[in-house]
């Protein structure tokens, strides 16, 4: 069983509609959670990072730990074209500075 | 947050050579990380470079197959050396922010190994 679990999609939805990308996890020692999104052929670019559970919003986008059913999600509310990326999720142990990462959602958003 | 600068953006190295991939950060860091993504494949951590001191690895991964260099705290090099097809990916190095900022990574070195 890997660490990080997240669908790989890939995952397609109209422009304007919420978009629900999840993880799940199973070391309980992970404390940093964060969302990346990687445009292709560029690095990943950090979206949001929050640490223990609990939800955090920034613009269109929330995210939202849940560390006793080991579940962390990430929204975006009023999709646009240009969220077609790939959203990756990490994870790290606190006092550690390893990063695992989910294996990645590719999702598009149709005009 | 910091700015990476990773070069090169790709190259294409022929079987059995060896490819030097730079990492320069625009601030002092005390850890920088390098990553590895296989096509289609999330990102796996090679080793941790820290600054005055030999590299960790990860499990899977060798020094002599990859050579790191951290020789300030604004600069390391990964070398992937005796290169096979196998070794095709994008290269990826990463630096760990101030307190609530997380990683930032650079843009990438995608190899092609033929």
């Known amino acids: 069983q890997k660490e990080v679990e997240q669908d790989p999609g890939p995952l397609s939805v109209p422009e304007g509609a919420i978009v629900s990308l999840n993880c799940t996890y199973s070391?309980?020692?992970?404390?940093?959670f964060m969302w990346y999104r990687q445009y292709s052929r560029k690095g990943p670019e950090l979206l949001m990072y929050?640490?223990?559970?609990g939800n955090k919003e920034d613009g269109r986008f929330t995210a939202q730990v849940d560390k006793s059913s080991k579940y962390i999600s990430l929204f975006i509310r009023d999709s646009q074209p240009s969220d077609s990326a790939t959203y990756l999720c990490?994870?790290?142990?606190?006092?550690?500075?390893?990063?695992?990462f989910g294996q990645g959602t590719r999702l598009t958003i149709n005009p | 947050s910091a700015v990476i600068s990773q070069k090169p953006s790709r190259d294409i190295c022929q079987r059995g050579t060896s490819l030097t991939i730079q990492c320069q950060v625009d601030s002092q860091v005390t850890m920088m990380f390098w990553y590895r993504q296989q096509p289609g494949q999330s990102l796996t951590l090679i080793a941790t470079?820290?600054?005055?001191?030999?590299?960790?690895?990860e499990s899977g991964f060798v020094i002599d197959k990859f050579p790191i260099s951290r020789p300030n705290l604004t600069f390391s090099t990964l070398t992937v050396s005796n290169m096979s097809p196998e070794d095709s990916s994008i290269y990826l190095c990463?630096?760990?922010?101030?307190?609530?900022?997380?990683?930032?990574f650079g843009s990438g070195t995608r190899l092609t190994v033929v």
């Open positions: 070391n309980s020692a992970f404390q940093y």
């Open positions: 470079a820290n600054q005055g001191s030999e590299a960790t690895y």
């Open positions: 990463s630096v760990v922010g101030r307190a609530g900022d997380g990683y930032t």
């Open positions: 929050t640490y223990s559970s």
């Open positions: 990490a994870m790290s142990v606190l006092g550690a500075q390893k990063l695992v």
